[in-house]
Nanobody
Framework: QVQLVESGGGLVQPGGSLRLSCAAS????????MGWYRQAPGKQRELVAS???????NYADSVKGRFTISTNNANNTVFLQMNSLEPEDTAVYYC????????????????WGQGTQVTVSS
């Protein structure tokens, strides 16, 4: 069983900052990538940022230069530092992990957190 637990969402004024955290725990054989998606009301879920275990990162164009993803591979944790937040960043943010569970046959799978609300408003 693998669980992802997120924290750090909340209400912030435009131009402010928030830091999201997500820790994966349970029977993990190997971690391949972690990242963040978000879903605003009435919109599809979209990729915000991702990081692979070889250090590669990827960002949505809308957050480049404002958001930074980082990981602690030893603890299977991923962070999202969000600066210069805009009202358009308001959404539920979901952590994900692409990993092999310890349970045989150890096929790569995606796991998701429960989501954390980020609201940017004055």
């Amino acid at each position: 069983q693998v669980q992802l637990v997120e924290s750090g969402g909340g209400l912030v004024q435009p131009g402010g900052s928030l830091r999201l955290s997500c820790a994966a725990s349970g029977s993990i054989f190997s971690m391949h990538a972690m990242g963040w998606y978000r879903q605003a009301p009435g919109k599809q879920r979209e990729l915000v940022a991702s990081a692979t275990n070889d250090g590669s990162t990827n960002y949505a164009d809308s957050v480049k230069g404002r958001f930074t993803i980082s990981t602690n591979n030893a603890n299977n944790t991923v962070f999202l530092q969000m600066n210069s937040l805009e009202p358009e960043d308001t959404a539920v943010y979901y952590c994900y992990a692409h990993l092999r569970p310890s349970l045989l046959p150890r096929l790569p799978q995606d796991y998701w957190g429960q989501g954390t609300q980020v609201t940017v408003s004055s």
